[in-house]
C-alpha cells in the first residue's frame, strides 16, 4: 500500500469499516499520475488537494464512492482525463459525481454566475446529494490554504463562502463544516475585527474555564446520583457566531450567554428529558429559553433539548442535551448517515430515521429552481432562512422580498426603497388592486403605485397595520424629520432677527465653529440641533445670541468681522500667531497658520502657500488641496518646521472598534488620561456593530503620538486606530 494513504486508510477504517481500500488506492493512483506535473500556488504538488478533500470526507464518514470522487474530482477539468474514460475506469455513480462537480467548478463567479452555479448544484445534488459534500469539502481545503491567493481572489472566495458555502453547510446539518467555514472567511475578510473578538474570548478564557468546570461537575454528579450515563463537557467558541450574535441580537460582548456553553450527551431520548428535569431540579431555567428540537427537529434534521439556567454567581449557562446518535449527525449532517443507500430520511421524535422524508428543503429548492427564471432571484431564495415566521413575496421583476408574517403592501414598499415607501398610493396584488393594509401571502407578486407629487409623503394611519420595523421607523422618521426641517429654519431665523436687533456682524457669528462651540457647550450635538432647539422653543434665541458674543470676548471683539479664525485654539485667547512651530525661508515675521484641512505636525513634509490678506497658509505635501494650489507656483514659498514651547498642533486620528456600551466614554477617558485636549469628536455605527469615531485634538509634542495611539489600541473592542489626514478624515 502507498505510504501517503495511510492516514486516509486510517479514517476511512475508523468511519467506514466496509470501505473497498483498493477502489480508493487505485482512485489515487489514477488521480496522482493525471496531476503529475501540476503544482498548486503555494508550490505543493497538485494532488495534495483532492487527498487533503478526501480526508476531511473520511472525517466525516462518507462512503468509498464519495472518496473515490473526491480524490478524481478535478482531473477531468484540470488534466487529458476525460470523462468517458473515468466512467470505464470507475463506473456511471462515480462518473457522475464527478462531472457534477466539474460542472460546478467551470462557471464563472460573477453574481448571476454565482446564483447559476448554485442553481447547477442544486440540479446535481437532487440527483446525488453527494455531490454537494465534495464540493463543501473542497472549499474548505481551499479556504484553509487561501494565503497563497491574491488579496481580491481571497476576498471574492471568502464572500461566496459566507453567502452561500456556509448556508449550504449549515441547511445540511454540517456544522464543524460550517463553523469552520465560517471562521476562515471572518478571518480572511476582517482580520483586525477577527483578532480582537479572539482576544476578548482569550482575555476572559481562564475565569470562564474555571466557571465552566464548576458546571461540569455539579451537572456530572446529579446526573450519576440520578443514575444516567452521561458525558458532560464544555462548547467550543466559535468567533463568528459570536460576531453574529453580537449584531443580530444587538448585544455586547460580555451579555452572550452562548460563550458559556455545556454540552451533555446520553444513551436514549428518555435520558435526554430525565437528564434537563435533573438540571432543572438544581438552577431555574431562564423563562422563554427552552427549545425542544427532539420533538420538532430543524429542517436540517438537528435535534436537542436547549435551555438556558441561572447557574453560579446567578450567571446565565446555556446546555445543550442530545443522544450521541444526535450529536453525530449534528456534526456531520447528512455526511453522517452514510448508510446512503439504505437510510435516507429526517429523524422522528424517537431519534430513528423515517424513510423518504429526507430534506423536505431540497426539494423545495428544487421547486424553485424550475420555477425561477432569474437566477439571482433563485439565489436570494437559497439565502433566506427557511422559517413559519415570514413570508416571502415577489417583486413585478421576480425578486424575492422577505417580510415578517402578517405584513402589508405598505412594508412591501418600504423593504423595496424608502422613496417607494413614503410614495406609495396604491398597490396590486397577483394582478388586482388591493387595499394597503391587506395581508400579504407566501408567494404572492406584488407592485406599488406611486405619487408623481413632490409633496406626497406617508400617511400617520399606516402605523396602525404595519408589520416590519423597517417601515415603521421609516414612517416615523419622515414625520420626525417634516417637524425638524420646520424647527431649524424657525430657529435659524429667531437667532438672525436677535442679532440684527442688536446690530451685530451676522456673517461672523453665525460660522459654523462659534456656533459649533457654543451648541457642544450647551450639549447639543450639532448646530442644526442647536437651531431645532430655538425653533421649538426649549431656548430663547436672545440667550444664544448673547451666550455667543460673551464666547468671543463680548460685543467690542464681536464687531471685529475677522473672515477667517485660524486654529480653533484661538478662541482660547492665544496670540495670533501662536507658536505655529513654521517659519518661512527668507521671512521669520510672517503670519503663519496651519491649515485644517490636513493637520499637519512636525515630521510631515510641507509647503507653505499665500493666502491674500491671511498670511501664510501651512499644508502637508501629500493635501488633497496642494495639487489645486500648484496651478499658482508663485503663491508657493518654502517653510520649514520650528516648534518652540508654546507651539500647539492639531492631529485627527480615527478610531474603529466593536461597538459596546461605554465604549465612547473609554476612549476619551483614555485620550485625557493621555494628556491631550479633545475639540471634536464624531461616532457612527454602522449595521453590523463596527463603531468609527474621528477626534480632533491638540497636542505640543507630535512624538507623543505613538503612546496616545497605542494606549486607544488597549481598549477592549478597539481593532484599528491610525492618524487621518485632517479634522473631516
Given at each position: 500500500?502507498?505510504?501517503?494513504?495511510?492516514?486516509?486508510?486510517?479514517?476511512?477504517?475508523?468511519?467506514?469499516?466496509?470501505?473497498?481500500?483498493?477502489?480508493?488506492?487505485?482512485?489515487?493512483?489514477?488521480?496522482?499520475?493525471?496531476?503529475?506535473?501540476?503544482?498548486?500556488?503555494?508550490?505543493?504538488?497538485?494532488?495534495?488537494?483532492?487527498?487533503?478533500?478526501?480526508?476531511?470526507?473520511?472525517?466525516?464518514?462518507?462512503?468509498?464512492?464519495?472518496?473515490?470522487?473526491?480524490?478524481?474530482?478535478?482531473?477531468?477539468?484540470?488534466?487529458?482525463?476525460?470523462?468517458?474514460?473515468?466512467?470505464?475506469?470507475?463506473?456511471?455513480?462515480?462518473?457522475?459525481?464527478?462531472?457534477?462537480?466539474?460542472?460546478?467548478?467551470?462557471?464563472?463567479?460573477?453574481?448571476?454566475?454565482?446564483?447559476?452555479?448554485?442553481?447547477?448544484?442544486?440540479?446535481?445534488?437532487?440527483?446525488?446529494?453527494?455531490?454537494?459534500?465534495?464540493?463543501?469539502?473542497?472549499?474548505?481545503?481551499?479556504?484553509?490554504?487561501?494565503?497563497?491567493?491574491?488579496?481580491?481572489?481571497?476576498?471574492?472566495?471568502?464572500?461566496?463562502?459566507?453567502?452561500?458555502?456556509?448556508?449550504?453547510?449549515?441547511?445540511?446539518?454540517?456544522?464543524?463544516?460550517?463553523?469552520?467555514?465560517?471562521?476562515?472567511?471572518?478571518?480572511?475578510?476582517?482580520?483586525?475585527?477577527?483578532?480582537?473578538?479572539?482576544?476578548?474570548?482569550?482575555?476572559?478564557?481562564?475565569?470562564?474555564?474555571?466557571?465552566?468546570?464548576?458546571?461540569?461537575?455539579?451537572?456530572?454528579?446529579?446526573?450519576?446520583?440520578?443514575?444516567?450515563?452521561?458525558?458532560?463537557?464544555?462548547?467550543?467558541?466559535?468567533?463568528?457566531?459570536?460576531?453574529?450574535?453580537?449584531?443580530?441580537?444587538?448585544?455586547?460582548?460580555?451579555?452572550?450567554?452562548?460563550?458559556?456553553?455545556?454540552?451533555?450527551?446520553?444513551?436514549?431520548?428518555?435520558?435526554?428529558?430525565?437528564?434537563?428535569?435533573?438540571?432543572?431540579?438544581?438552577?431555574?431555567?431562564?423563562?422563554?429559553?427552552?427549545?425542544?428540537?427532539?420533538?420538532?427537529?430543524?429542517?436540517?434534521?438537528?435535534?436537542?433539548?436547549?435551555?438556558?439556567?441561572?447557574?453560579?454567581?446567578?450567571?446565565?449557562?446555556?446546555?445543550?442535551?442530545?443522544?450521541?446518535?444526535?450529536?453525530?449527525?449534528?456534526?456531520?449532517?447528512?455526511?453522517?448517515?452514510?448508510?446512503?443507500?439504505?437510510?435516507?430520511?429526517?429523524?422522528?421524535?424517537?431519534?430513528?430515521?423515517?424513510?423518504?422524508?429526507?430534506?423536505?428543503?431540497?426539494?423545495?429548492?428544487?421547486?424553485?429552481?424550475?420555477?425561477?427564471?432569474?437566477?439571482?432571484?433563485?439565489?436570494?431564495?437559497?439565502?433566506?432562512?427557511?422559517?413559519?415566521?415570514?413570508?416571502?413575496?415577489?417583486?413585478?421583476?421576480?425578486?424575492?422580498?422577505?417580510?415578517?408574517?402578517?405584513?402589508?403592501?405598505?412594508?412591501?414598499?418600504?423593504?423595496?426603497?424608502?422613496?417607494?415607501?413614503?410614495?406609495?398610493?396604491?398597490?396590486?396584488?397577483?394582478?388586482?388592486?388591493?387595499?394597503?393594509?391587506?395581508?400579504?401571502?407566501?408567494?404572492?407578486?406584488?407592485?406599488?403605485f406611486t405619487s408623481k407629487s413632490p409633496d406626497a409623503g406617508p400617511s400617520r394611519d399606516w402605523l396602525k397595520f404595519v408589520k416590519s420595523g423597517r417601515a415603521r421607523n421609516k414612517i416615523r422618521q419622515w414625520f420626525s424629520k417634516e417637524r425638524r426641517e420646520t424647527a431649524i429654519e424657525a430657529g435659524k431665523e429667531a437667532i438672525g432677527?436677535?442679532?440684527?436687533?442688536?446690530?451685530?456682524?451676522?456673517?461672523?457669528?453665525?460660522?459654523?465653529?462659534?456656533?459649533?462651540?457654543?451648541?457642544?457647550?450647551?450639549?447639543?450635538?450639532?448646530?442644526?440641533?442647536?437651531?431645532?432647539?430655538?425653533?421649538?422653543?426649549?431656548?430663547?434665541?436672545?440667550?444664544?445670541?448673547?451666550?455667543?458674543?460673551?464666547?468671543?470676548?463680548?460685543?467690542?471683539?464681536?464687531?471685529?468681522?475677522?473672515?477667517?479664525?485660524?486654529?480653533?485654539?484661538?478662541?482660547?485667547?492665544?496670540?495670533?500667531?501662536?507658536?505655529?512651530?513654521?517659519?518661512?525661508?527668507?521671512?521669520?515675521?510672517?503670519?503663519?497658520?496651519?491649515?485644517?484641512?490636513?493637520?499637519?505636525?512636525?515630521?510631515?513634509?510641507?509647503?507653505?502657500?499665500?493666502?491674500?490678506?491671511?498670511?501664510?497658509?501651512?499644508?502637508?505635501?501629500?493635501?488633497?488641496?496642494?495639487?489645486?494650489?500648484?496651478?499658482?507656483?508663485?503663491?508657493?514659498?518654502?517653510?520649514?518646521?520650528?516648534?518652540?514651547?508654546?507651539?500647539?498642533?492639531?492631529?485627527?486620528?480615527?478610531?474603529?472598534?466593536?461597538?459596546?456600551?461605554?465604549?465612547?466614554?473609554?476612549?476619551?477617558?483614555?485620550?485625557?488620561?493621555?494628556?491631550?485636549?479633545?475639540?471634536?469628536?464624531?461616532?457612527?455605527?454602522?449595521?453590523?456593530?463596527?463603531?468609527?469615531?474621528?477626534?480632533?485634538?491638540?497636542?505640543?509634542?507630535?512624538?507623543?503620538?505613538?503612546?496616545?495611539?497605542?494606549?486607544?489600541?488597549?481598549?477592549?473592542?478597539?481593532?484599528?486606530?491610525?492618524?487621518?489626514?485632517?479634522?473631516?478624515?
Open positions: 500500500m502507498n505510504p501517503v494513504l495511510e492516514p486516509l486508510f486510517r479514517t476511512v477504517r475508523a468511519t467506514h469499516p466496509k470501505a473497498d481500500l483498493r477502489l480508493i488506492e487505485r482512485a489515487y493512483d489514477v488521480a496522482a499520475y493525471h496531476h503529475r506535473d501540476q503544482k498548486r500556488k503555494s508550490g505543493d504538488p497538485y494532488i495534495t488537494h483532492p487527498l487533503a478533500v478526501a480526508t476531511i470526507l473520511a472525517e466525516l464518514g462518507t462512503d468509498d464512492e464519495t472518496l473515490c470522487a473526491a480524490l478524481l474530482h478535478d482531473t477531468v477539468e484540470d488534466t487529458a482525463y476525460s470523462l468517458d474514460e473515468l466512467r470505464g475506469d470507475f463506473g456511471d455513480t462515480i462518473g457522475s459525481l464527478v462531472d457534477g462537480v466539474t460542472k460546478l467548478d467551470k462557471v464563472k463567479f460573477g453574481d448571476a454566475a454565482q446564483a447559476e452555479t448554485v442553481r447547477k448544484m442544486v440540479v446535481a445534488m437532487s440527483r446525488d446529494i453527494r455531490v454537494l459534500i465534495i464540493k463543501l469539502a473542497d472549499r474548505l481545503h481551499n479556504m484553509r490554504t487561501m494565503r497563497y491567493l491574491p488579496e481580491h481572489k481571497r476576498h471574492q472566495k471568502s464572500r461566496e463562502t459566507l453567502e452561500i458555502f456556509a448556508p449550504l453547510a449549515h441547511r445540511l446539518g454540517m456544522n464543524t463544516i460550517k463553523w469552520e467555514l465560517e471562521d476562515l472567511a471572518f478571518a480572511m475578510l476582517y482580520p483586525k475585527r477577527y483578532d480582537e473578538i479572539a482576544r476578548m474570548v482569550s482575555e476572559r478564557a481562564p475565569r470562564r474555564d474555571l466557571f465552566l468546570q464548576e458546571v461540569i461537575e455539579k451537572v456530572s454528579g446529579d446526573l450519576r446520583e440520578a443514575k444516567i450515563r452521561a458525558v458532560v463537557k464544555g462548547r467550543p467558541k466559535h468567533y463568528y457566531s459570536v460576531y453574529q450574535k453580537m449584531i443580530a441580537r444587538d448585544v455586547a460582548f460580555d451579555d452572550i450567554y452562548d460563550l458559556v456553553g455545556i454540552r451533555v450527551l446520553v444513551d436514549s431520548v428518555r435520558d435526554c428529558y430525565a437528564a434537563l428535569g435533573t438540571i432543572h431540579a438544581r438552577w431555574n431555567p431562564v423563562p422563554g429559553r427552552f427549545k425542544d428540537y427532539i420533538a420538532m427537529p430543524k429542517f436540517n434534521m438537528y435535534q436537542s433539548l436547549h435551555t438556558t439556567v441561572i447557574g453560579p454567581e446567578g450567571k446565565p449557562v446555556e446546555l445543550q442535551i442530545r443522544t450521541h446518535a444526535m450529536h453525530h449527525r449534528a456534526e456531520y449532517g447528512v455526511a453522517a448517515h452514510w448508510k446512503y443507500k439504505e437510510e435516507v430520511g429526517t429523524p422522528g421524535p424517537t431519534g430513528k430515521v423515517k424513510p423518504g422524508s429526507d430534506m423536505a428543503w431540497l426539494r423545495q429548492l428544487l421547486d424553485w429552481q424550475k420555477e425561477t427564471s432569474d437566477p439571482g432571484e433563485f439565489l436570494e431564495s437559497l439565502r433566506f432562512d427557511l422559517s413559519v415566521s415570514e413570508v416571502y413575496v415577489f417583486t413585478p421583476k421576480g425578486q424575492v422580498i422577505a417580510l415578517p408574517e402578517g405584513a402589508t403592501p405598505v412594508d412591501f414598499a418600504y423593504a423595496v426603497h424608502t422613496e417607494v415607501g413614503h410614495r406609495c398610493i396604491g398597490a396590486r396584488v397577483n394582478g388586482r388592486l388591493v387595499p394597503l393594509e391587506s395581508r400579504l401571502g407566501n408567494g404572492d407578486t406584488v407592485e406599488i432677527r436677535a442679532m440684527r436687533k442688536q446690530g451685530l456682524p451676522l456673517q461672523r457669528l453665525m460660522s459654523g465653529e462659534a456656533l459649533l462651540a457654543l451648541a457642544r457647550d450647551l450639549r447639543y450635538p450639532d448646530v442644526s440641533a442647536l437651531y431645532a432647539a430655538v425653533g421649538e422653543g426649549h431656548i430663547a434665541a436672545q440667550a444664544v445670541v448673547q451666550k455667543l458674543v460673551a464666547s468671543i470676548g463680548g460685543v467690542d471683539s464681536a464687531e471685529e468681522d475677522i473672515a477667517e479664525t485660524s486654529l480653533p485654539t484661538r478662541l482660547r485667547g492665544r496670540p495670533r500667531g501662536g507658536g505655529a512651530g513654521v517659519v518661512v525661508a527668507g521671512d521669520a515675521d510672517v503670519w503663519v497658520r496651519l491649515s485644517k484641512c490636513c493637520t499637519p505636525v512636525p515630521g510631515d513634509e510641507i509647503v507653505g502657500f499665500v493666502t491674500r490678506g491671511h498670511g501664510v497658509s501651512v499644508h502637508r505635501a501629500d493635501c488633497t488641496n496642494v495639487q489645486q494650489l500648484k496651478s499658482q507656483p508663485d503663491r508657493l514659498v518654502e517653510v520649514s518646521w520650528s516648534p518652540s514651547d508654546d507651539s500647539v498642533f492639531l492631529v485627527a486620528i480615527q478610531v474603529e472598534a466593536l461597538d459596546r456600551p461605554r465604549l465612547l466614554s473609554d476612549v476619551t477617558r483614555t485620550l485625557s488620561d493621555q494628556h491631550v485636549n479633545i475639540l471634536s469628536a464624531s461616532v457612527t455605527t454602522s449595521r453590523d456593530r463596527v463603531a468609527i469615531s474621528k477626534f480632533t485634538f491638540e497636542m505640543g509634542d507630535p512624538k507623543h503620538l505613538g503612546h496616545v495611539l497605542k494606549a486607544v489600541r488597549s481598549i477592549q473592542g478597539v481593532f484599528d486606530v491610525y492618524r487621518v489626514s485632517g479634522a473631516g478624515g
